[in-house]
């Protein structure tokens, strides 16, 4: 029977199948954090059981960790403690833990690639939503909840009911200016942030294929913001060029027989999707999020839509445009911003700041405007200096801090405060997400780059055209 | 973690017709630092609850006396945005053992029935009809019996069937948790592991 990519993957790692039930699901690779971790050790410890295979869990530190002076002890109690407690986990479960300051330390979803433990065909999971990041290698990566992780250290598996799938086609060229995040949030706001749920998502056509890997990770990275658990594309070159010769990628003859398994993780022509939808590359221009759910978002060009016109209910839509303080039929070009955070598991990797810097290279740094920028790893963080993009940051008047996850949840300090707004290159607008109060509009690096620059939302193609000009 | 055992739930409702509410809004990231499961009820909804000077917000529905019950109902795509547990901790630790509404989000239903919140999905007709009920009269009753999977308004005797799935049912009817069954057939695991490379 033809299969998906999806079905491939997840069929090959079903331990046993449950009547009118979930699978036990085998789980490859475990990344565990300091925030969703303690309570599952808790538990192990009062059932008295030990991590069943420690050499597939790895753990590390960025959630809640500061991203200046990360060498000095955290000044947060509460962090610390948590900290504190995940070192203590993993060594009592010889665990790899790369903690503050270790090198190899990072967001989750930034390091788990850059250490080759995200391989294609592989089932991660981690007590993070935004695990699906790992989908870009032809994984299924999901998140978990707490009871889950507790599972997964216990028994090295999960149950769940097999998902749905959905395959997303959006083929053609991108136009100027669009990247992976404006494809992202095109399709968020296509499907709504509901739109997916129950559904695993592959993505397919030209777009995805023509993608680095880092924009492969950016989209698979938000597929859950449209409700699925989790997004994949098939492995191609790109993927394997990508992986090869990382720490834990497979060496020699495993990687021979490895790269054979790979290369018939695609979906049959003939497989059969539960749901497909198929979008134009040519519709999708720079987004912007104007509401407090990533389906609040349009081109940066258009006017924030009518009640009216909206499919759902007025009042919460409503209830979102008064938070943020925006009236219906208002463009969103013009208007004043405050903060503005490069960084997250979403666009915290070399490609994203990459982009940040060609926007705001021979420009300075509007001066109402505070910048965090903060690297996904120090994998990130060393290539940035490399490249000499940290000299074109500094240059403009910019800092670049130690990594984490930083504004993009305000576990830390990264604070946007009541009022203030902040154009983040991260996945979540929600109310508060960016500490109590603050609201957030949610956009690629270049977009974000045009706003630090001219201290308000901006078409980065005016920027673009201007340097043409010149 | 054990929970207690649900079997038939008749009680009163808080209504929260608002959609997508979201995790954070359920509990916002700064409350989970903690690492033991406690207080997190404490911290429900907690920016719509309280003001920033940690007095009460009197419209918010929590903090109405009027409403009260271990239900709550809430509009469509319930639960949406992140993975954190601490989410259905907070609603289980305030006292609440059902949600009922016409659509949720993925993970937070999963981590319900994990922790023996029962999440009970509803057409948006009878999530409508609930509503209304409560509305009329906030002390209305809703009996949700999970053997025959049925939610009724008792006041006008309308009822609708909900799906949950037969293992999770006889989880949640007995308070067992998947750990359990993981640990009893650890040995089919550690076969399939043997034959699985890192």
């Keep these: ?470 | 973690m054990a929970y207690d055992k649900f079997n038939i739930l008749t009680s009163s409702a808080v209504p929260l017709p608002i959609e997508n509410v979201d995790t954070d809004q359920i509990i916002p990231a700064r409350f989970l630092k903690a690492t033991e499961r406690k207080g997190f009820g404490d911290n429900l909804f907690r920016d719509w609850r309280y003001n920033s000077d940690g007095t009460p917000k009197e419209q918010f529905v929590l903090n109405n006396p009027i409403y009260s019950g271990k239900i709550l109902v809430g509009g469509k795509n319930f639960g949406s945005g992140s993975s954190r547990e601490h989410a259905a901790w907070a609603v289980y630790d305030y006292g609440f053992r059902c949600v009922v509404s016409s659509f949720f989000a993925d993970i937070f239903r999963n981590n319900c029935l994990n922790i023996g919140v029962l999440p009970v999905q509803v057409s948006a007709e009878f999530l409508d009809k609930i509503l209304k009920a409560i509305e009329a009269d906030p002390k209305t009753e809703l009996e949700i019996n999970l053997p025959e999977q049925k939610i009724t308004i008792l006041a006008t005797g309308e009822s609708e069937s909900f799906d949950i799935n037969d293992y999770k049912k006889d989880n949640m009817l007995n308070g067992f948790d998947d750990i359990d069954y993981l640990l009893n057939i650890q040995d089919d695991i550690e076969k399939y592991a043997e034959n699985t490379p890192l």
């Design chain 1, 1 to 470: 029977m033809s299969k998906t990519l999806f079905d491939k993957v997840w069929d090959s790692h079903v331990v046993k199948h449950i009547e009118n039930g979930p699978d036990v699901l085998f789980i490859d690779r475990h990344l565990v954090h300091e925030v969703t971790s303690p309570v599952a050790f808790l538990g192990l410890k009062n059932r008295g059981i030990k991590v069943l295979y420690p050499e597939r869990t790895f753990a590390t530190a960025d959630h809640n960790t500061p991203t200046r002076n990360q060498h000095l002890p955290v000044k947060d109690p509460l962090s610390a403690n948590q900290l504190r407690a995940l070192e203590e986990n993993a060594n009592a479960h010889n665990i790899p833990y790369w903690g503050l300051g270790h090198k190899k330390n990072g967001i989750v979803h930034v390091i788990g690639p850059e250490h080759g433990i995200t391989v294609p065909g592989a089932t991660i999971v981690c007590g993070d939503s935004h695990t699906s990041t790992h989908g870009a290698f032809g994984a299924i990566a999901f998140g978990i909840g707490t009871s889950e992780v507790e599972m997964v250290l216990s028994t090295q598996c999960i149950m769940q009911p097999k998902p749905k799938s959905l395959r997303i086609n959006v083929s053609g060229e991108l136009s100027e200016a669009v990247t992976p995040k404006d494809v992202a949030l095109f399709i968020i706001s296509k499907l709504s942030t509901s739109g997916a749920t129950g559904y695993f998502v592959e993505y397919a056509g030209d777009v995805f294929k023509n993608m680095s890997m880092e924009g492969r990770m950016t989209v698979c990275n938000l597929s859950i913001e449209m409700g699925a658990r989790g997004g994949m594309i098939a492995p191609d070159e790109k993927t394997f060029d990508y992986i090869k010769g990382r720490e834990y990628t497979p060496e020699g003859q495993d990687w021979d027989a490895a790269m054979e398994y790979w290369k018939t993780l695609l979906s049959d022509d003939d497989a059969e999707f539960d749901k497909e939808v198929t979008f134009d590359a040519s519709e999708i221009e720079p987004m912007i999020t104007f509401g407090t759910n990533p389906g609040m978002g349009m081109g940066i060009s258009n006017n924030i839509p009518l009640a009216e016109s909206i499919d759902g209910a007025a009042a919460t839509y409503k209830k979102s445009l008064d938070y943020m303080d925006y009236n219906e039929g208002e463009p969103m070009v013009g208007k004043p911003i405050d903060f503005v955070f490069l960084g997250s598991c979403t666009n915290g990797r070399i490609e994203d700041f990459r982009a940040f810097a060609s926007i705001i290279k021979g420009r300075k740094k509007a001066d109402n405007v505070t910048a965090w920028l903060v690297p996904g790893s120090h994998k990130v963080e060393e290539a940035i200096k490399e490249e000499g993009i940290l000299d074109i940051l500094t240059e403009a008047g910019f800092e670049l801090r130690e990594p984490g996850c930083s504004a993009c949840l305000a576990m830390n300090d990264d604070k946007v405060p009541a009022g203030k707004y902040a154009v983040s290159t991260s996945n979540r607008n929600f109310e508060g997400r960016q500490g109590p109060g603050a609201r957030t509009l949610l956009a690629s690096p270049l977009v974000a780059a045009a706003a630090a620059v001219t201290g308000k939302v901006t078409d980065p193609r005016e920027l673009m055209h201007e340097e043409i000009l010149a």
